[in-house]
């Protein structure tokens, strides 16, 4: 059984007064992050405090937060839910991830220190064991924990908060995979889960932040393509561009 590193999204009862809205809002939106819920699921006010042990208030007021930041939808009955998936979406969020986070990677590559490679080895091999585990939460957190510790060393705060707010919005995508890759390791897709991250440690070593954010954008770009191809099998939609 692997040991978690990293940040799986799992919710926790809020024991500080002080910043209960905060904490309840972070821990929420971690957890979206994360993947940690499917599409279309709900949520009542009642039930999240009880999980929280808080008032209704700071759960409501952190659904409304996350809804603003279109994590989440309020319905006419004002109940909070997670939004469906749906290929344009996809397409969408995607192109806006290579933008950002491909510049974000090159920005950051000169940054990076040898400590960042020895921090960011350790993290792929995590992963990899992961992913020889079938242990699918473990290898969503490693996938984060690895690109963001390489968005970090841009230090940019204005594009942390953009692609925070894109693996946000990327959530139910997030969970719509992770609860389909039991069989996908059982495919030839089990190699290539991290031939990206691999190249993208290549690129550091060899000085090349062109490389860096190409293989960035790919590792991004064969997530989605993965996606389209499963909503097609299982839907009947169409993957073409």
């Known amino acids: 059984m692997l040991e978690s590193k990293f940040s799986t999204g799992e919710l926790k009862p809020v024991s500080s007064r002080k910043t209960v809205h905060d904490l309840v809002y972070e821990q929420l939106r971690d957890a979206l992050m994360s993947g940690a819920f499917e599409a279309r699921k709900s949520f009542t006010i009642a039930s999240l ?13 952190a659904l409304r937060r996350l809804a603003s930041e279109n994590a989440l939808s309020i319905s006419a009955s004002g109940t909070a839910y997670v939004p469906a998936i749906t290929a344009p979406e996809l397409r969408d969020i995607t ?5 950002v986070e491909g510049a974000t990677a090159r920005i950051a590559g000169p940054l990076l220190t040898p400590d960042d490679v020895v921090a960011l080895e350790q993290i792929l091999n995590h992963h990899r064991a992961s992913a020889s585990a079938g242990n699918n939460i473990e290898m969503t957190a490693a996938n984060r924990a690895f690109h963001f510790h390489i968005y ?3 230090g940019s705060v204005v594009l942390m908060s953009q692609i925070e707010n894109l693996w946000l919005r990327s959530g139910p995508y997030v969970r719509f995979l992770s609860d389909r890759m039991s069989e996908l390791l059982k495919t030839e897709h089990r190699a290539g889960f991290t031939d990206q991250h691999a190249a993208m440690i290549d690129a550091i070593k060899n000085g090349d932040w062109n490389a860096l954010g190409h ?5 991004i770009r ?3 393509d993965l996606l389209l191809d499963i909503l097609a099998d299982e839907d009947g939609t169409t993957s073409a561009p």
Request: hydrophobic share 40%; aromatic share 4%.
């Open 95 to 99: 192109l806006a991830r290579m933008i």
């Open 152 to 154: 970090r060393a841009s």
């Open 49 to 61: 405090s009880e999980r929280f042990h808080t008032s209704h208030m700071p759960v409501r007021e």
């Open 215 to 219: 293989a960035c954008e790919a590792d």
């Open 222 to 224: 064969a997530s989605q």
